[in-house]
């Protein structure tokens, strides 16, 4: 343990090497590919890192922050769920230390992790770590319900919460296993963990400017980012989210250059790297903080992504070459144009051409959704001129034909349960439905607020026809 730590430390004083060229790979040719991507999708920044061994093969950052300033090497931006491998590797560190047991139950540790089921109390910690905890959005709707300000507070909601399934019968993607996990850090260490990770992750292994955050109100400006909307980044706030432990690091292109290099440099010893880089039975792909997977040449990986509603994310791991990538984009997940470089930059690594996407992302999509739109607002017009004049031919049982122009009223009312449903149980808020599909739900919103319009001059037609007779058989 100690050679290790000397190994991180001695790492951390090294001078961040400058760019050198690879043999499959060149600065040059990274700047031109993004560059080029920039120009087709509008994607207004990114930072890029790319590893080979122990040198940087490439740190950089291209574009704009969303409040305008230029992206460098060393602005940090969201790493979102990528954020889970450096909470598993403080997790691994107290492993090694003798402090925890992988698969001891996390009460163990953690007396205040309570849940309304009983099953909790058999939850271990490589539970949590590879997903197969029990726990799901199924179960508990992380996103949707009040958010927790601090990791104890994200634990200390769990009190009412039901598992999906028992402990390590299945596997779920839910983030509250690592929030979960970053408390256990905090109580067995003695130090928050944003201390924790500064003192035994960040420093050690020269990550300046890297550090992790509670909220979306913690996110500096260089963090925030955009959605698309007719091929045009447009700069919006995170929606409200509790993300530390799950998704709450910010990183520059030169630290995470630094964290691609130290995974293959004493940051843990093989039998820890083993542990985070081995699945778990019920799912086969996800290990400890990493994914297993593959390149399209067939080149195994170990990998993990990142999506927040304004930025992505994603970092990965070539072990048979040495690379390594990291890239952090400021637009969300709807989009992903993190992974799309990162499919880009491996193909380079390979030696194949990167694809360029020949139009911004969506933007059919969009123009389908505002020409909907502008239909919609003249459907309505005309349905509201002429509501006495349809209250007039139409009588009794003939009005119910008025329920269809409230269909879009109930989609909207319903349209998070909706998602669930097609999404197998994931769990999302109102507002961030609107995130991930904007144009749609702007045409949806209007949609609602037209048919009601219709359907409320309709019906005070219909009442304004009726009422001279009443008054005329007084």
Known sequence: MLRNTLAAIFLALLPLPGHVQADDITPAAVDAFVERYREATGLPGVAVAITKGAEVVHAAGYGETASGDPVTADVPMAVASVSKSFTSLAVMQLVERGQVGLDRPVRAYLPEFTMADPRAAEITVRQLL???????????????????????????????????????????????NYQVAARLVEVVSGEPFAAYLDAHVFTPLGMRDSMTIDTDRDLPDSARGHLYILGQAVALPEPTGFGNGSGGVLSTAADMARWLIAQNNGVLSPRSVTEMRTPSEQNGHYALGWSLGETRRGTPVVEHGGDLFTSTAHQLLMPGSGYGVAVMANTGMAFADAGALMDGLVAMIEGDAPEIPSAPPVLLTDVIFVLLTLVTIGLAAR?????????????????????????????????????RVLARGADIMWIQVVYLYPTFMIWLVTAATAGTAVVVARVRGGARRLSPRLSGTG
């Not at 508990?140 to 399934?165: D, I, Y």
């Not at 209250?391 to 008025?402: E, K």
């Open 130 to 176: 590879n997903q197969t905890s029990g726990m799901a959005d199924s179960a508990f709707r992380e996103k949707s319900l009040p958010q927790p300000g601090t990791l104890e507070g994200a634990v200390a909601r769990l009190r009412t919460a039901e598992l999906a399934a028992a402990p390590g019968t299945a596997f779920s993607y839910h983030n509250t």
């Open 383 to 419: 349905g509201v001129a002429r509501s006495r004049r349809w209250a007039a031919r139409r009588t009794g049982w003939q009005r119910w034909r008025l329920l269809p122009c409230l269909a879009p009223l109930a989609l909207c009312a319903a349209i998070t349960p909706v998602f």
